[in-house]
Each structure stands twice: as C-alpha cells, then as structure tokens.
C-alpha cells in the first residue's frame, strides 16, 4: 500500500535562498487553521505521517536496523545529548505539585546551545536549513514558561522531522521512514516520558477522561499501523495487562498504567472505548487518523503555538484540493446547523438582540451521515411540548460500535473511606451524655 501513497516532494538546497520568509505564526483564528488545511505543508505533513504509517505495518519491537543510516544516527546522538542534560540538570526541591523549576534551567541551555547542537547534527553540507527547522525543534520538548507538555509539542517534532525529509536529509523510502518511527521517535518518546517524570510537567490542554492521552498520540497511530494487517492479537488484548513492548500502542497503553490509579475504563475512556467496540485493528488506524486531524492539528489551542513559513509554505498550492482526495478520507462536509434557533446579544448593539441565530450541532468525524441528515427539532410553544416528537439520538462515541461490552457495575476506588460518624462523643452506646 506504500507504493499507492503519493510521493513527499523535494525542496533543494539550492532554492533555500528563494524561500520568502523563516517559520512566524501563523495560526491565530479558527479560520486560520481552515486555510491551513488548504495550503501545501498541511498536505506535506498528512503524506508524510501516512507514509511513516505504512512503513512500519507488519513490523514488530524490538527492532534492529538490518544497515546503518547516518542521518538516523546523528538524530539519536543529538538526542542522547538531550537525555544527559536531564542528568546534569537534576530536579529542584520545591512543593509544586506540576512544573519543577529546574525545567526552565534545561530549556534554557536547549535554547542557548541549540545553534551547536544542530550544526553538528546537520553537518556542513546542510547547516544552511538550520534557521528553518530550529523554532521546530526548540518547540518539541514542552513549554518553558508553562512548564507543560501535550501533543502539539509531539505535532512540532513530527513536523522537525518532515522538514529534514523534505530537504532529504532523510529520505522518504520505506526502509529509512521505518527507522525513523523505530529508532528516532522512539527514542523521543523515551526522552519526552523522562522530561515528565523527571520534572514533573502539566499536560498542555489535556481534556482529561475524555482525550485520547493526555500527552501523546502519534504512538496510538504508528501502533494501531503495526498491528492492523494481522487477526492474532485482538483490539480488545489491550484489556489484559501486563502488555508485551512489541508495539508503539501496548507501550503507550503501558505508560498510562504506570501514571494513573484505578480502573482502565474510568481514567482512559476513549482507550476503552476503542478496545471494547472496534472489531479489528485496521478500523482502529483510520479511526485514529481521523482523530488526530479534528481532535489535534484541527484545533486552534493545539496548533496556534507553531510556527508554519519557510519549508513548510503557508501559501495555497494549486494541486491541494486534488491530492488530498487521495490522502485523506476525513474531508470537511459544509457546515450544517440542526440546533434550535437562539437569539444571541451582538457586541456592536449592547442592549438589543440580533436576529435568530442558528446554534450549530457538534458533528464527530465517526460519526454517519444519517446522523446528520435528522430533521432537528424546532421551537415550539410550551402549550405543544406535550406533542413533540421524541428527540434525536445521539451521535455514537468516538470508535464504539452497536453492541459494546457495558462498563463495569462496581468499581474499588482507592481514594474512598469507609465513613465513621464522629458526631457523637465517646460511648458505646452512641447517645449524647449529660
């Protein structure tokens, strides 16, 4: 199937000097992440994750590289830099529950030596990209001041990494994409996980129970994409730990079990829903896909903190709106409103309210079209709500299907007490003395 997906294309060294402007952002509004999605780095990015997807489908953990790739291994010597800093920069004794300080003394030493570092790594022949992909890789290790980490950061290495491939400082064939999701991602995974253990970092914008991982989520995907042409191993295997680090997925699932307490089901919904409702592995990789574009790079919050210019073009490419057709399958439907009608108050006339404004209806990307095609229910007097139709069901979970195993009726949770009445003074019998 990798020989289906469209080819990345190749910016030379030599047109580096024609490129306008370096990396700034962009991104400010919501309508700025919609033209985002038309322009030719977005394209660039979804081929690029889809072809490091399918390069690794089949392939299992551990993994040894069958020949040495320089490029791969200047990457993973630039990280064992990386990972010795968190040793010489041991974590400050402080109260704060999230965010020891220490971490703003490694960022700091991140961003007065990362000229050095990545001179050494890309090497005098490639030492002029080094403006465009420096604000990437300043960005992918959590936020310095906010002492956080979340999957925009984990968006902004992926995008490090595009950058270095479009130059072809690595090189888009199945071989070398393979080891840059087997040894480079994974080796910053293991460093993004001991940046947050060591120092204690917040998830960025985590949406609690209801996110995917508070984190993380290229893992889920190239791990869905290890498992997803094989039957042996069930989605719902991920139900019974201890899981073996054969995959990207068992070893994020894993992850979780080491930083949370308590039942699977209540703290890791969504990882839930989908091991208990989705028939196979396959469903499971589109369906992540899907997520990732609506859930991460389709939000605002998420990727208003990176830079896009440069090698990753801002302008419109003439041949978008055809290619993507072949890329992805989660094309944006025109926008359709199946709410009530509700008058809203207008900032220009304080005091009056506008006309009725249709509120629109939140349309998963799982979810059907007959789902969205239900006639809404309109306004109607209270003397009529006796005869009002029933309302529309909702629109199912994320991955879940029609028959899936119901949650668990009783659960032990750790943090409960028995409760002991102290009202009373002291006394068997539990009467008020006089």
């Known amino acids: 199937m990798l020989a289906a997906l469209p080819e990345l294309r190749e910016i030379t060294l030599s047109t580096l000097s024609g490129l306008q402007t370096l990396p700034t952002l962009k991104i400010k509004t919501d309508d700025d992440v919609e033209y985002w999605k038309t322009t030719q780095s977005y394209l660039d990015y979804m081929i690029f994750l889809r072809r490091l997807n399918e390069s690794v489908v089949g392939y299992t953990l551990p993994w040894r590289s069958e020949r040495s790739i320089k490029s791969v291994e200047r990457m993973t010597s630039l990280l064992d830099i990386l990972f010795q ?17 220490a971490f703003r003394t490694w960022g700091q030493r991140l961003q007065e030596e990362s000229d050095d570092i990545l001179s050494d790594f890309l090497g005098p022949e490639y030492v002029q990209v080094l403006p465009y992909i420096k604000p990437y890789f300043l960005l992918s290790f959590g936020s310095f001041t906010r002492m956080d980490y979340g999957t925009g950061h984990e968006t902004s290495f992926a995008l490090f990494l595009l950058c270095l491939t479009l130059v072809r400082f690595f090189h888009p064939h199945a071989e070398e994409e393979r080891e840059l999701v087997f040894t480079v991602f994974l080796q910053y995974l293991r460093l993004c996980w001991k940046l947050q253990d060591t120092y204690k970092l917040e998830p960025a914008g985590s949406h609690g129970v209801w996110g995917l991982d508070d984190y993380t989520f290229l893992p889920y995907i190239f791990g869905s994409g290890q498992l997803r042409d094989q039957t042996e191993i069930p989605v719902s295997s991920v139900l019974h730990p201890p899981l073996p680090p054969t995959n990207l997925y068992f070893m994020a699932i894993m992850r979780i079990h080491d930083v949370k307490i308590g039942p699977f089901f209540e703290h890791s919904s969504q990882l839930y829903s989908i091991a208990s409702g989705v028939p196979n592995w396959g469903k499971v990789n589109s369906g992540l896909f899907k997520m990732y574009e609506a859930e991460v790079v389709g939000k605002r919050v998420v990727v208003q903190h990176i830079p896009l210019g440069g090698l990753l073009e801002w302008e419109k490419s003439a041949e978008i709106s055809g290619a993507t057709t072949t890329v992805s399958t989660t094309a944006a439907a025109p926008t359709q409103f199946h709410g009530p009608q509700i008058e809203m108050r207008t900032r220009n006339t304080p005091g009056n309210y506008s006309t009725m404004l249709p509120m629109p209806a939140t349309t998963a990307p799982w979810a059907s ?33 029609r028959t899936q195993i119901p949650y668990p009726q009783t659960t032990n949770r750790p943090w409960r007490v028995p409760y002991e009445d102290k009202s009373s003074p002291t006394g068997d019998s539990g009467k008020k003395t006089t």
Do not use: V
């Open 85 to 101: 800093w968190i040793e010489e920069i041991p974590p400050l004794k402080t109260p704060q529950r999230f965010g020891n300080l």
């Open 369 to 401: 079209s007959s789902i969205q095609n239900r006639t809404s229910l309109s306004m109607q007097p209270c003397d009529n709500r006796r005869n009002m139709p029933p309302p529309p069901l909702p629109a199912p979970a994320p991955f879940s299907s």
